[in-house]
């Protein structure tokens, strides 16, 4: 009887995007028992005819197995198709298999890539730096043989010197590693909490709330963040200023999340424009030894 049920269960496979003709022939076969088993079948209520044929499809299949390789058990599909109580199997004694490895290593690399192209896309890095890396930085020599998914770092120095090329090139190996990225400079991230006073967003066809809290945690909870010019935000209401950089400079801190700075000013000068309090979580987020002045002719003239 469990040999007649699984005559029946070769007879409808599961089809999948790339399943030719060949391959569903060769799925049918594989869960088919051996034809020794296969000839005692008997049944009042299938004709003889079928039972025949099925027992002539066993036969192919050893003839089929009697040429593979020692070991494969795939019939030269690559693979042992899935049926329910058994998963799907690679199989590595035979060409077929490791051909089909490496098809599926390729195809998932590629997808891979490509959710990280997405990514990278949404991240908030301008257009300009989109193609920056550490390995075509030309400050990179500053660092020496940094580990770059180290914890913190603050860049700082003068306009045009490459902090914002080093920084977006940081990202993108915090990106490769798997991590979630933002990039974003600081007077746009205030920009960005002031526009959602009073604000009503449509999201998903249904109405929500974007607030202030949903900014913060944005930038608060992703893994790693890039906050660029900082101290050249407007200064008008420090307290609520300071406020809103403390909850996410501060919360990153807390949470040993690895966030690059890069300013115009020097640690001194920026506390003096963002408070002691924010100041020191930075120096404590980045140690002292990662606190870099970048120096040098403006890249932008070249």
């Given at each position: 009887m469990v040999a007649l049920q699984v005559l029946h269960q070769g007879l409808k496979p599961r089809r999948s995007e790339e399943m030719t003709p060949e391959l569903e022939r060769l799925r049918n076969m594989q869960y088919l028992p051996r034809t020794g088993a296969a000839a005692y079948i008997k049944s009042d209520w299938l004709p003889a005819v079928w039972i025949d044929n099925q027992l002539k499809r066993c036969q192919e299949r050893d003839a089929i197995q009697a040429t593979r390789p020692e070991g494969c058990f795939c019939l030269g599909a690559g693979k042992l198709f899935a049926r329910m109580g058994v998963a799907e199997e690679i199989c590595y004694s035979c060409p077929e298999g490791w051909a089909l490895y490496h098809h599926e290593k390729t195809k998932k690399e590629g997808l891979k890539a490509d959710r990280y192209s997405k990514a990278w896309e949404r991240c908030g890095v301008p257009k300009r730096f989109l193609e920056c890396r550490l390995s075509t930085s030309p400050v990179m020599e500053?660092?020496?043989d940094?580990?770059?998914?180290?914890?913190?770092?603050f860049f700082w120095g003068a306009s045009g010197?490459?902090?914002?090329?080093?920084?977006?090139?940081?990202?993108?190996?915090?990106?490769?590693?798997?991590?979630?990225?933002?990039?974003?400079?600081v007077p746009d991230l205030l920009g960005e909490i002031k526009a959602t006073?009073?604000?009503?967003?449509?999201?998903?066809?249904?109405?929500?709330?974007?607030?202030?809290?949903?900014?913060?945690?944005?930038?608060?909870?992703?893994?790693?963040l890039v906050l660029d010019d900082l101290g050249a935000e407007q200064i008008g209401n420090e307290d609520w200023l300071q406020?809103?950089?403390y909850r996410i400079i501060?919360?990153?801190?807390?949470?040993?999340?690895?966030?690059?700075?890069?300013?115009?000013h020097n640690i001194q000068a920026t506390g003096q424009r963002i408070g002691e309090r924010i100041t020191w979580r930075i120096v404590e987020s980045c140690s002292k030894s990662n606190i870099i002045e970048i120096t040098g002719h403006n890249l932008r003239e070249e």
């Open positions: 500053y660092l020496g940094w580990d770059v998914l180290s914890d913190s770092w010197v490459g902090k914002t090329g080093l920084a977006v090139g940081w990202l993108y190996e915090r990106l490769q590693a798997g991590d979630s990225v933002l990039f974003t400079t006073y009073g604000v009503v967003a449509r999201s998903y066809d249904t109405l929500s709330v974007t607030g202030e809290e949903d900014v913060i945690q944005k930038y608060l909870t992703v893994d790693s406020d809103r950089l501060g919360g990153r801190h807390d949470e040993l999340r690895p966030t690059v700075f890069t300013s115009n």
